[in-house]
């Protein structure tokens, strides 16, 4: 059975850092792709970033503050992000797009805040 656990979450100051990781069991992140959206309060689920063996991709609203990656030895995806800005406040989810509907994870919350 295919599992995304995430992990990394929690709560920053404006200006901060924090590292989002997507740990997959059921298939290998090196082998398709991968990606993270978000939901803040109030708003639907966006798009945030995107890897794939053709290079990466971002929303305009990240673009050159986050940064996707993966380990494939640990069969992990992270998200770093930088500059952390309190809009960013909002749950995490990692996505894998296979199948009909992909797979998620459970989600992880960050919030930014002074």
């Known amino acids: 059975q295919v599992q995304l656990v995430e992990s990394g979450g929690g709560l920053v100051q404006p200006g901060g850092s924090l590292r989002l990781s997507c740990a997959a069991s059921?298939?290998?992140?090196?082998?398709?792709?991968a990606g993270w959206y978000r939901r803040a309060p109030g708003k639907q689920r966006e798009f945030v970033a995107a890897?794939?063996?053709?290079?990466?991709g971002y929303a305009d609203s990240v673009k050159g503050r986050f940064t996707i990656s993966r380990d494939n030895a640990k069969n992990t995806v992270y998200l770093q992000m930088n500059s952390l800005k309190p809009e960013d406040t909002a749950v995490y989810y990692c996505?894998?797009?296979?199948?009909?509907?992909?797979?998620w994870g459970q989600g992880a919350q960050v919030t930014v805040s002074s």
């Open positions: 996505n894998a797009p296979l199948g009909p509907s992909g797979y």
């Open positions: 059921g298939i290998i992140f090196s082998n398709n792709n």
């Open positions: 890897i794939t063996d053709r290079g990466t």
